[in-house]
């Protein structure tokens, strides 16, 4: 098995990955919505929505 960051062999200790740092990094991802999965719910739609107007202007 490799390691699902950097395709390294796996370490026991830490698998699926291959060291602290990937997982590390992994994580990093889950904490900061990288893996987030859309959502068609309209409850969903509407937060979205919301906090956009919300939110200040930004370049697109």
Sequence with gaps: MSCP???ADTVPKYR???SKRC???DLAKWLNG???LPSND???LDVDVT???KAPDRPH
């Design 5 to 7: 960051i950097c395709e």
């Design 16 to 18: 699926p990955f291959c």
């Design 23 to 25: 997982a590390d990094l």
């Design 34 to 36: 990288s893996y987030a």
């Design 42 to 44: 309209p409850e969903d």
């Design 51 to 53: 906090t956009e107007e």
